[in-house]
Nanobody, 127 residues
């Protein structure tokens, strides 16, 4: 059974940093593009970062560009999301997801295209 387990969330203040981790089990991580998504009550799910199989291509929406960084360590079966200069609008549940792809440089920011999801970790930014 494939599992994705996120950790690293918490309650922080404006301008603080957090690093989220996602440990993936029972799949060959190098065969998958990865993404981080977030969702808060009453809002649609949003992709905040995506990374290709080979790590060479990344994508960020304007809302987090320059503040968030996604990275992957296939040897450790782990994907990270470094979040800096956090804002109240970053408050949400954050989920990692895996997408099976054939191209090493493919990535996706469309949640419906992902195959596996974690349970999420809550990030709350207090003003």
């Amino acid at each position: 059974q494939v599992t994705l387990v996120e950790s690293g969330g918490g309650l922080v203040h404006i301008g603080d940093s957090l690093r989220l981790s996602c440990v993936i089990s029972n799949l060959i991580l190098s065969d998958y593009a990865m993404g981080w998504f977030r969702q808060s009550p009453g809002k649609e799910r949003e992709c905040v970062a995506a990374i290709s199989r080979n790590g060479a291509v990344t994508h960020y929406p304007d809302s987090v560009k320059g503040r968030f960084t996604i990275s992957r360590d296939d040897a450790e079966n782990t994907v990270y999301l470094q979040m800096n200069n956090l804002r109240p609008e970053d408050t949400a549940a954050y989920y990692c997801a895996a997408k099976s792809v054939s191209s090493k440089q493919h990535l996706s920011f469309i949640g419906a295209t992902y195959n596996f999801w974690g349970q999420g970790t809550q990030v709350t930014v207090s003003s």
